[in-house]
């Protein structure tokens, strides 16, 4: 069984790229698009302090619920919309295979 999912991923120029990440590292997804040299800052380091990895979830996955954390960052963030959630706060797991997640504007 393979240990590896993949996500689309669309940059801020509206290109989409199928990414292959692995799900036994124990990964988010800030972390794997940093990974891919993508341009997402993470400025936090990945502890929902900024929002700086905010990200849109295109797709219909379910994903866990935000955290206190995240919302009160998210609140303070620009170009916030619905789907809008923190890279970092998003585990890749089995569960995410095919998910489709869109890169925030830069602020």
Same mark, same amino acid.
């Given at each position: %069984?393979?240990? +590896? #999912?993949?996500?689309?991923?669309?940059? *801020?120029?509206? #290109?989409?790229?199928?990414? =292959?990440?692995?799900?036994? %590292?124990?990964?988010? =997804? %800030?972390? /794997?698009?940093?990974?891919?040299?993508?341009? #997402?800052? @993470?400025?936090?380091? @990945?502890? &929902?302090?900024?929002?700086?990895?905010?990200?849109?979830?295109?797709?219909?996955? =379910?994903?866990?619920? *935000?955290? +206190?954390?995240?919302?009160? %960052? /998210?609140?303070?963030?620009?170009?916030?919309?619905?789907?809008?959630?923190? @890279?970092?706060?998003? *585990? =890749?797991?089995?569960?995410?295979?095919?998910?489709?997640?869109? /890169? &925030?504007?830069?602020?």
């Amino acid at each position: %069984m393979s240990q +590896d #999912i993949t996500l689309q991923l669309t940059d *801020r120029k509206g #290109i989409t790229h199928s990414l =292959l990440a692995p799900t036994d %590292m124990e990964m988010n =997804l %800030m972390e /794997l698009c940093k990974s891919y040299e993508f341009p #997402i800052e @993470g400025t936090c380091g @990945g502890m &929902a302090l900024c929002a700086s990895c905010q990200v849109y979830v295109t797709s219909t996955h =379910l994903l866990p619920e *935000r955290s +206190d954390e995240e919302e009160a %960052m /998210l609140s303070e963030a620009f170009h916030v919309q619905e789907n809008s959630r923190l @890279g970092c706060q998003i *585990r =890749l797991s089995q569960e995410l295979d095919g998910i489709e997640v869109t /890169l &925030a504007p830069e602020e």
